[in-house]
């Protein structure tokens, strides 16, 4: 947002814009640098210790990598604090704000069709069938392909609370080109298409704007029951009717990830927790709303949550 109002101020005005909406941001890196500098200095030592030692086990996660990475390629950055504590911003900003994003609608989905669905308990049943019945609670890409339930539920999910309004951005690379329609687009144009639209469309799915979590999983199953091929309607499958990670070769590949997160994050929820919404919502999950062309979940919801007294897993 603060870009969003650099950006939309004057050009002459925006290094005076720019550092007025940024002024707190500095406060708070200086917070964080705090934070993370006994973490980083732990780091470090691991580090002195698999040279040392080569039985050493290390830490197996991001910041991990990017220390290894930091001290063989960029002994400049390893080096300094300030350098580091903004990286670990920025990779954590682009790993976890739409994922938390989406956690949070999904969750809000679940609850809010539990009443007409059963979905909860359909979910719990999947996971315990699936990632706790062999006694091996680890999750593999094995187990979680066959988790059709969370995945439809998911699928649905980014299909009506995608995080963007638009989805395929371009830009026009050569001179003279024109639409099947006849528009000419400068070179140098940006173009992009609307999501909803595409994903919300009638003529493609049938009630298109109501939540149904199995939506996906049904197609999947009559297709199975009929021994015809599996309809190409997963959550990291693509298409021009679904657009939430673009389309094509240049289609997010983070999407792979998001999927085990999502499915991880739910499953542990739901699997830990009795979640429901209080009294006064009447079962309804409370509405989005739209800032600028950013969908966003709604501020302020209340959950009731309890931890139950017998769970499965870790």
Not at 33 to 42: A, G, I, Q, S, V
Not at 93 to 110: D, P, R, V
Not at 130 to 157: H, P
Not at 167 to 174: D, Y
Request: charged letters at 30%; glycine letters at 6%.
């Amino acid at each position: 947002m603060n870009a969003g109002a650099s950006g939309a101020s004057p050009r002459v005005l925006r290094p005076v814009v720019g550092r007025a909406v940024n002024f707190t941001i500095h406060g708070k890196i200086n917070r964080l640098r705090k934070m993370f500098e006994p973490l980083w200095k732990e780091r470090l030592e691991t580090l002195k210790y698999a040279r040392d030692d080569p039985d050493h086990i290390e830490p197996q996660d991001h910041l991990q990598m990017m220390a290894r990475y930091a001290k063989d390629h960029r002994q400049e950055e390893f080096n300094d604090l300030d350098m580091m504590t903004r990286r670990l911003i920025a990779a954590n900003f682009g790993s976890m704000h739409q994922t938390s994003i989406q956690a949070t609608n999904m969750l809000l989905n679940i609850l809010g069709s539990d009443t007409e669905f059963n979905t909860i308990t359909i979910l719990r049943d999947e996971v315990d069938r699936i990632l706790y019945a062999d006694g091996d609670n680890n999750w593999t890409k094995a187990k979680v392909s066959k988790m059709l339930k969370a995945d439809s539920v998911a699928r649905e999910t980014l299909r009506l609370n995608s995080f963007g309004g638009r989805a395929v951005f371009r830009k026009v690379l050569v001179d003279g080109f024109k639409t099947p329609d006849g528009y000419h687009l400068p070179k140098g144009t940006l173009i992009s298409f609307l999501g909803q639209p595409a994903q919300t469309d009638g003529e493609v799915l049938e009630d298109p704007l109501k939540y149904d979590p199995f939506r996906f999983s049904r197609m999947r199953e009559d297709a199975a029951a009929k021994d015809e091929k599996a309809p190409p309607v997963t959550f990291v499958t693509t298409s021009p009717e679904y657009l939430p990670f673009g389309h094509g070769k240049h289609a997010c590949p983070g999407r792979f990830l998001i999927d085990f997160e999502l499915k991880m994050i739910i499953a542990y929820v739901l699997g830990h927790y009795d979640v429901e919404f209080p009294p006064e919502y009447n079962g309804k999950r409370p509405e989005n709303y739209w800032l600028t062309e950013a969908l966003f979940p709604p501020n302020g919801v209340k959950l009731r949550i309890r931890r139950k007294t017998e769970t499965k897993g870790q």
